[in-house]
């Protein structure tokens, strides 16, 4: 392992980095969210019950806009598109019907984003701000949502009302959705600030190919003890070595 550096070899250096300006951490509960079955395939009649075998997050929508009357803060408009995958059953035991779709979700945060009237220009030809019709540069900071694939918390059947003349009898049934997600969301802008560098340095461990035998390779793994022994629940007393269950009680 490399030796760390005195304080004397340490140097402030700029670098350019992104900048949190603010961020937010939601755990929403977004309820009544209607499945759309690919391929615009209709809930097939002999389905009687349904649940959520998976759910993920398939891609997040943002648009940035200014809040007006409130310079610095911008309002971030988030979609999520959500895949779904479904398990339809037509008796409780039956082999049951899988079924695939789309459900989307919006969502709105508002956070500070500070302000910027610069044009930064790139070799690799990428750029930052433009004129608008007003020729006032405009510079948004930049949206980021990461999140995690969504808990379902409820799959139902329901049956909408009919669309505008068809008949009374004609009502839609789709499957509903009340999903659980977390999700953090950042505003960001490129600054340049000064850091603390230590310097450069060779690593001293050498690349090797491995060459060993498997069984070698498995001789020096140790024995997996834990994976043996039951998992006891936090808080709880194992009983004295010897002692059955019925003895203890």
């Known amino acids: 392992m490399n030796e760390m550096p005195n304080a004397d070899s340490i140097s402030a250096v700029p670098v350019k980095v992104d900048r949190v300006f603010d961020s937010c951490s939601d755990k929403d509960c977004i309820t009544n969210l209607r499945v759309v079955l690919s391929d615009g395939a209709e809930l097939p009649p002999e389905i009687t019950s349904v649940r959520t075998r998976c759910c993920t997050v398939e891609n ?11 310079r610095g803060y911008f309002t971030v408009d988030i979609t999520y598109t ?13 082999t049951p019907t899988v079924l695939q779709g789309t459900a989307a979700a919006g969502k709105s945060v508002i956070l500070y984003g500070s ?3 610069t044009k930064t220009f790139f070799s690799n030809g990428a750029r930052i701000g433009e004129t608008n019709s007003c020729c006032e540069v405009v510079n948004l900071p930049t949206a980021s949502c990461q999140c995690v694939d969504p808990i379902a918390l409820e799959t139902k059947i329901v049956e909408l ?16 959705l009340t999903l659980g997600v977390f999700s953090v969301v950042e505003l960001t802008r490129p600054v340049t600030v000064t850091a603390a560098a230590f310097p450069y340095t060779v690593p001293e461990k ?3 190919a491995q060459t060993d035998s498997p069984c070698e390779i498995f001789s020096r793994l140790s024995f997996p003890t834990e994976e043996f022994a039951p998992v006891l629940p936090a808080g709880a007393v194992p009983p004295e070595s010897g002692v059955s269950g019925a003895d203890a009680l």
């Open 60 to 70: 997040v929508c943002m648009t940035v806009e200014p809040v007006p009357f409130n």
């Open 82 to 94: 959500f895949g779904v995958e479904l398990l339809g059953y037509a008796r409780a035991c039956d």
């Open 115 to 117: 302000e910027s009237s």
């Open 161 to 176: 009302p009919p669309f505008p003349g068809q008949p009374e009898g004609g009502c839609r049934r789709t499957v509903m």
């Open 206 to 208: 050498s690349c090797s």
